[in-house]
């Protein structure tokens, strides 16, 4: 069993800063790649950020130059930096990655979310 469990997610002024940790523990024998999507309310969800094994990063544009996304592959962590937050910013954020198991298979796996809402 493998799961993704973020945390950091809160209430901030326009303008400011979180970051967001994701961690995955369980059977892991290897993670692939490492990604951030949002949900807001009424809308589809999103790809913020992703990262994959050799570091290369990918951000969606409405991000990019404001977050940063990293990994820490001792940790099985993945982390956002989120700056220069913006109303538009507001929404659930989920990790994602894709996850060699112990078992020898690959599944995508989703954490549960974290609320991020950008007050102006």
């Known amino acids: 069993q493998v799961r993704l469990v973020e945390s950091g997610g809160g209430l901030v002024q326009a303008g400011g800063s979180l970051r967001l940790s994701c961690a995955a523990s369980?059977?892991?024998?290897?993670?692939?790649?490492l990604g951030w999507y949002r949900q807001a309310p009424g809308k589809q969800r999103e790809v913020v950020a992703r990262?994959?094994?050799?570091?290369?990063?990918n951000y969606a544009d409405s991000v990019l130059g404001r977050f940063t996304i990293s990994r820490d592959n001792a940790k099985n962590t993945v982390y956002l930096q989120m700056n220069s937050l913006k109303p538009e910013d507001t929404a659930v954020y989920y990790c994602?990655?894709?996850?060699?198991?112990?078992?020898?298979?690959?599944?995508?796996?989703w954490g549960q979310g974290t609320q991020v809402t950008v007050s102006s």
């Open positions: 994602n990655s894709g996850i060699r198991t112990t078992g020898g298979f690959v599944y995508e796996y």
């Open positions: 369980g059977s892991i024998f290897s993670i692939n790649d």
């Open positions: 990262i994959i094994s050799d570091g290369s990063t």
